[in-house]
């Protein structure tokens, strides 16, 4: 598996459609990343699981995205929150896939494990439950 070095260098792009997202509670792990733009990607459906959402590799109508492009330091550090196993990655929380964005190729996070009973989002994006 290819290192965040190589990774980076295959794309330096990571779409977020979470709490990763400007203004919600892990943006912080983006600091000092470069925000593109958003978009509407085709090519995952959003699952509700309560405190965050997860992606699967479904046709939607159209989830929203915020495009970010980032360094090495900050992509091992998204990795780490996303449970992301460079070695294995379907033995983790979260896979890291390519997907085509308006901005170019950029790093996806996908859910590895069930969602059955969760709440399907296939057109707009995922809020958080105020308490």
């Known amino acids: 598996m290819p290192s965040p070095v190589v990774a980076i260098q295959r794309t330096p792009l990571v779409a977020v459609y979470g709490t990763l997202k400007r ?7 983006l600091e000092g990343a470069d925000f593109l733009g958003t978009d509407r990607l085709t090519t995952a459906t959003l699952y ?3 405190p ?3 992606a699967k590799p479904e046709p939607s109508r159209g989830i929203e995205v915020e495009v970010f492009r980032v360094d090495a330091r900050l992509l091992a550090g998204l990795d780490r929150l ?7 990655p379907r033995h983790g929380d979260f896979d890291r896939v390519i997907h085509t964005t308006a901005f170019g190729p950029a790093w996806l996070y996908l859910y590895n494990h069930a969602v ?4 399907m ?3 707009g994006g995922w ?4 308490r």
């Open 121 to 123: 989002i296939r057109e």
């Open 23 to 29: 203004g919600l509670r892990n943006h912080h792990w």
């Open 82 to 88: 996303e449970d992301y196993r460079v070695r294995t």
């Open 48 to 50: 509700d699981l309560g």
């Open 116 to 119: 059955d009973g969760c709440p």
């Open 127 to 130: 809020r958080p439950v105020r």
């Open 52 to 54: 965050y959402p997860g």
